[in-house]
């Protein structure tokens, strides 16, 4: 006989927390494994991906943990309502005959568990182990009355709804690759505001920068976040540049040239837009074509991964072996490399912000 977690859920898409609780409550639970079981047609939720895609970033997401398993019972049954006591009595009748079941709830479910389908067939089949969600306290009478199991110290940080929208993108790198490969939630949103090829310079420049995050100790998911947002002032066009300029950075305006407005304009609609108030992710977009003195780790990130991304058509792969290992160090060879490009290019990179880049980090004086 084994212990059994159930996490049912629609996982659209799957995140971080989703794989921090399953572990947590199997651990608190001393259960054997947990399996996943992806929601078909749930009776309070619309989906907003196919059911191939959401499986296929589970099964992405889901592919190196051991004891996360994954079970299609409810694609198979595919029920016009696919509710959890059915599903549980499938399972409790063909698979896990002998075993004893736990379903794993967040306090938001516990709230209004009394007015689940079938509720108490359901609960005599498992024991519900619940974990408390912020903004859902529980509701005292259920967890009475149907013997809920409340565990300890399980947070919900993140949500399917952060992900989609572009806030919190805290999921597994194959599945934020899976999301940009196929054009789901938040990338439709960004075809709006960039061309095909600029857009796929984002792509690249994000995942380049979430991997030397996770190489310096820096957060992977917010440096994908702020590599994926850094251009999206790039392509408003001239007349709303300027509009953009006089009214929101007019002193700005003064101090750079019009190659550089799409910093500040990408920090104000990343900010305004998209609703993102992280303050390194604004700062590391609003300066990563200029640079400025004393840049955070995510500017540094940013600002780099811009200029070595592979895309960029040259061969930039010592540059990007050398921010791996140190991104104090790889910067400060992109940050000069990118002033030989633009003196060879006679391009005129002289500007308020790069002075004093420069000024601060190679020691150049004007
Ligand atoms: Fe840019
Ligand atoms: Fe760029």
């Known amino acids: ?29 001393k259960c054997d494994v947990c399996y996943f079981i992806i929601a078909k047609n749930p009776r309070w939720k619309v989906t907003s991906v196919s059911d191939e895609h959401r499986l296929n970033m589970l099964r992405l ?36 005959k002998d075993d004893e079941l736990f379903y794993l709830i967040g306090s938001d479910q516990e709230q209004k568990l009394d007015r ?21 306290p529980f509701n005292q009478e259920n967890l009475k009355k149907y013997n809920c199991i409340v ?5 919900d940080d993140v949500s399917s709804t952060s992900i989609r929208m572009l806030h919190n993108i805290q999921t597994k790198k194959a599945v934020l690759d899976y999301i940009a490969k196929n054009n789901l939630y938040y990338m439709e949103i960004l075809h709006s505001y960039l061309k095909d090829k600029r857009l796929a310079h984002s792509v690249s420049v994000a995942s380049l920068a979430y991997d030397l995050a996770e190489n310096n100790n820096y957060s ?14 790039k392509e408003v066009g001239k007349e709303k540049e300027d509009y953009y300029m006089d009214k929101y950075f007019p002193l700005e305006k003064t101090r750079i040239g019009r190659w550089c407005y799409h910093q500040f304009i990408g920090s104000y ?41 592979p895309l960029r058509g040259y ?52």
């Open 1 to 29: 006989m084994s212990r059994i977690l159930l996490f049912g859920g629609s996982f659209d898409p799957i995140h971080l927390t989703h794989i921090k609780l399953a572990k947590e409550a199997k651990r608190q639970l």
């Open 61 to 96: 997401a889901l592919e190196d943990e051991k004891d996360l398993k994954i079970s299609t019972i409810e694609y198979e049954l595919n029920q016009e309502i696919s509710y959890t006591v059915d599903t549980v009595k499938y399972l409790k009748t063909h698979i896990f």
């Open 116 to 136: 689940w389908y079938q509720i108490d067939v359901l609960s005599s089949l498992v024991s519900f182990a619940v974990f408390l969600r912020k903004d859902y």
């Open 151 to 155: 565990l300890d110290n399980v947070a």
């Open 220 to 233: 992977p998911t917010k440096a994908y976040l702020a590599g994926l947002l850094h251009d999206i002032g």
């Open 269 to 309: 609609i990343v900010e305004h837009d998209f609703k993102i108030e992280d303050e390194d992710v604004l700062e590391a977009i609003r300066y990563h074509a200029t640079g400025k003195e004393n840049m955070s780790t995510l500017a540094k990130i940013i600002y780099s991964a811009d200029k070595i991304d």
């Open 315 to 366: 061969d930039s792969s010592s540059l990007i072996n050398e921010c791996y290992k140190d991104i104090n160090k790889g910067f400060l060879r992109v940050l000069k490399e990118n002033i030989e490009f633009f003196k060879e290019k006679n391009i005129d990179y002289e500007n308020y912000y790069t002075s004093r880049c420069l000024n601060y980090y190679l020691n150049q004086k004007k």
